[in-house]
Nanobody
């Protein structure tokens, strides 16, 4: 049973920073990739940042230059450093890990979600 344990969410003023952490119950290399998604009220869940097992990263356009995804392999932990936070960054943030099977099959694992609130 894969578990993703998240921490680091909370309330921050606009312009401030937060660092989210996600620790897996197994080796981080057992996944094809990991990432962070977010969902604001009334919106669909969207990818914020991802990192592949090979270390390739990608970001949503809205967070490029402000957010950084990284990992600590020894700790089986992925981080999301969020700087210059804006009110529109407020959402529930979810850690994701996924495994790819062949070219079309993907299985996703999710953390419980954390609220990030940005006050203006």
């Amino acid at each position: 049973q894969v578990q993703l344990v998240e921490s680091g969410g909370g309330l921050v003023q606009a312009g401030g920073s937060l660092r989210l952490s996600c620790t897996t119950s197994g080796s981080i290399f057992s996944f094809s990739g990991m990432g962070w998604y977010r969902q604001a009220p009334g919106n669909q869940r969207e990818l914020v940042a991802g990192i592949t097992s090979g270390g390739v990263t990608n970001y949503a356009d809205s967070v490029k230059g402000r957010f950084t995804i990284s990992r600590d392999n020894a700790k089986n932990t992925v981080y999301l450093q969020m700087n210059s936070l804006r009110p529109e960054d407020a959402a529930v943030y979810y850690c994701n890990a996924h495994r790819l099977f062949g070219t079309r099959n993907r299985y996703d694992y999710w953390g419980q979600g954390m609220q990030v609130t940005v006050s203006s």
